[in-house]
């Protein structure tokens, strides 16, 4: 049974910064991919930042610059760094999973490829 657990979510001022946390569990792969994805109210969700194998690494446009993805050591939690918050960055913030994955390509940014999903975290900036 796999499980992905988000944290760190909250309310800041514009220019201002957050780090997001998601644990997974229960993946049988060693080889997968963990991403972020977010959704603002009316609108579809994206892919904002998704980590291969603790290693290869990729971003939307949007955030290029602003947000750091990154994995410890047992790449069971990955995180996500993010400064110079705008207002259009609020958003739930979803992280998913996706096993057998060796590297990144764009299809890891489509929110119907990924397997495995948390329940999101809320960020707001105002």
């Known amino acids: 049974h796999v499980q992905l657990v988000e944290s760190g979510g909250g309310s800041v001022q514009p220019g201002g910064s957050l780090t997001l946390s998601c644990r997974i569990s229960?993946?049988?792969?060693?080889?997968?991919?963990m991403g972020w994805f977010r959704q603002a109210p009316g609108k579809e969700r994206e892919g904002v930042a998704t980590?291969?194998?603790?290693?290869?690494?990729a971003y939307a446009d949007s955030v290029k610059g602003r947000f750091i993805i990154s994995q410890d050591s047992t790449k069971k939690i990955a995180y996500l760094q993010m400064v110079s918050l705008k207002l259009e960055d609020t958003a739930m913030y979803y992280c998913?999973?996706?096993?057998?994955?060796?590297?990144?390509?764009?299809?890891?940014?489509?929110?119907?490829?990924?397997?495995?999903w948390g329940k999101g975290t809320q960020v707001t900036v105002s």
């Open positions: 998913a999973a996706k096993e057998g994955i060796h590297w990144v390509g764009k299809f890891l940014f489509l929110s119907y490829a990924m397997d495995y």
């Open positions: 229960g993946l049988a792969d060693s080889n997968y991919c």
């Open positions: 980590i291969v194998n603790g290693g290869d690494i």
